[in-house]
Structures are given as C-alpha cells and as structure tokens.
C-alpha cells in the first residue's frame, strides 16, 4: 500500500487538465457487472492508445475519468469518428459474447487521456451512467 501511495502522487489543484471519458451503448442495459468489466476494459486499452506524455500527465492528475452514456451504437461510432478525426485515443470494446450479448456487440468505447477540452468537445453533453 504503501509503494502505491508513493508511485502515484495525487495533485491538489482543482480541475485537471487531462481526462478520460469511458461512453457506453445505454441500450444493452447491461448488468452492473457485465458494465463495470466493459468500462475497465475500455479504461485500461484506451490508456495504451495514449502517447506517453499524454499517460504520464493524467496519472499524474489521479487519473480523472468520467462513464457517460450514448443511446446506441449508431451514436458510439459517431462519437468515435469525431475523436479519431481531432486525434484523441479512442479504444472500441467489442463484447467476445461469452456471457450477456452477442460476440462482436460494441459495449462502450474509451476516449483519452487527452486534454480536457477536446474530449469534452465530444463527450460533454451526455448523461453520467447511473
């Protein structure tokens, strides 16, 4: 615990400047489990997609994420070509199918870290998931 506590400093000052934004389909209504492996998924391949400068800066600002929710694939796939057209790291999550939904189903995308103004360009007017 405490070599955890000493590797990641949490910063004091207010609004950070970098974000991650996890956005999941809403109309799977998937169960809080199935929801909660998705968005680690989407959490961690979406970091990987960062550019190191961009990974060391967000751990540095205690890693802010926000899970928002999207009304349907359709919408997840716009989103996802907004950000990849401004170069935001993007990382779709395609369910293997073993359990809840069919293989292939996109549950949910990452976005970020990256600069919180770009993501929440795209991402700011959706609703926190509940």
Known sequence: ???????????????????????????????????????????????????HQAQREWLEQGMPKVVVQCESEEALIELQERAQSTGIPVAPIHDAGHTVVEAGTLTCIGFGPAERTRIDAITGALKLVR
Do not use: W, Y
């Not at 990641?8 to 998937?30: C, E, Y």
């Not at 998705?38 to 979406?46: I, L, R, T």
């Open 1 to 51: 615990m405490v070599a955890a506590q000493t590797r990641f400093r949490f910063p004091t000052f207010d609004v950070p400047s970098m974000k991650q934004v996890i956005v999941v389909n809403a109309a799977l209504k998937l169960p809080s489990g199935k929801l909660a492996a998705q968005v680690a998924h989407a959490a961690v391949a979406s970091f990987l997609e960062a550019s």
